[in-house]
C-alpha cells in the first residue's frame, strides 16, 4: 500500500498521510492557517526575530506561530514568544487581523496564513533565541531593518505607532 493510500486513525477520524504532512509543513493548505503575532512591546524597544524558514525565511519579523488545539489565541502568543525568544510577555490588546498568502509559480496558493495581531508588554528584557544560531533583537521604530523586513510588517508597526508609544508610556516610563 502506497503513502497516499495509507490511514491514519485519530480519534475515529481517518485521516491520509498526505494531509497530515500537508498540515506538518504547511504548504498547500486545504484551508487558511490560524496564526497569531506579537508587538512585544518593552523600554528597549519592538521584539522582532529573523524568520529560520518559509516563507520569508531571514526576514525580520513578529514572534508568534500557529495556534494548538485546545489553546487560546493568547496562550498560543504568550507561548510563542516564550519559545522564540526567552521573553515571557503579557499580551494586552488585539489589534489587527491580515492574511498572508504566497502562490507558486503556477498560481496555486503555495501558504495561506490568518494571523492574528496583539500588543504585548514585556515582562523581561533579555532575549534567548529559539535556536543557537537565531536572531532576535529589540528595535525602536526609529532604526528598524526596513530593508530585511516584510512591507506588510514595516507598514502594520508604523500604523501601530500611536499604540506603541501608549504602551511604553503607561508601563516603561519612569
Same mark, same amino acid.
Given at each position: ?9 485519530l480519534k ?6 498526505e494531509a ?5 509543513d504547511?504548504r498547500y493548505?486545504?484551508?487558511p492557517i ?11 524597544g ?5 524568520r529560520?524558514?518559509?516563507p ?5 519579523t513578529f514572534?508568534?506561530?500557529?495556534v494548538?488545539?485546545?489553546?487560546t489565541q ?6 510563542e ?6 521573553? +515571557?510577555? !503579557?499580551?494586552?490588546? #488585539?489589534?489587527?487581523t491580515?492574511?498572508?498568502?504566497? =502562490?507558486?509559480? %503556477?498560481?496555486? /496558493? ?11 508588554r ?10 543557537? +544560531?537565531? !536572531?532576535?533583537?529589540? #528595535? ?5 531593518p526596513?530593508? =530585511?523586513?516584510p %512591507?506588510?510588517? /514595516?507598514?502594520?508597526?508604523?500604523e501601530?505607532e500611536?499604540?506603541?508609544?501608549q504602551i511604553?508610556h503607561e508601563y516603561?516610563?519612569?
Amino acid at each position: 500500500m502506497g503513502v497516499a493510500n495509507t490511514f491514519l486513525f485519530l480519534k475515529g477520524f481517518h485521516v491520509s498521510n498526505e494531509a497530515v504532512n500537508c498540515v506538518n509543513d504547511r504548504r498547500y493548505p486545504n484551508f487558511p492557517i490560524p496564526g497569531v503575532a506579537g508587538i512585544v512591546v518593552s523600554r528597549s524597544g519592538i521584539l522582532l526575530l529573523r524568520r529560520d524558514k518559509n516563507p520569508g525565511k531571514g526576514l525580520w519579523t513578529f514572534p508568534g506561530g500557529g495556534v494548538e488545539v485546545g489553546e487560546t489565541q493568547k496562550e498560543a502568543l504568550r507561548r510563542e514568544i516564550k519559545e522564540e525568544a526567552g521573553i +515571557d510577555a !503579557e499580551i494586552l490588546d #488585539f489589534f489587527t487581523t491580515f492574511d498572508i498568502i504566497i =502562490e507558486d509559480g %503556477s498560481g496555486k /496558493v503555495l501558504y495561506h496564513f490568518l494571523l492574528n495581531h496583539y500588543f504585548a508588554r514585556a515582562l523581561s528584557e533579555e532575549v534567548r533565541p529559539e535556536f543557537p +544560531d537565531g !536572531e532576535v533583537n529589540w #528595535f525602536h521604530l526609529d532604526s528598524l531593518p526596513e530593508d =530585511e523586513m516584510p %512591507s506588510k510588517v /514595516v507598514g502594520l508597526l508604523y500604523e501601530a505607532e500611536v499604540q506603541i508609544s501608549q504602551i511604553i508610556h503607561e508601563y516603561f516610563a519612569q
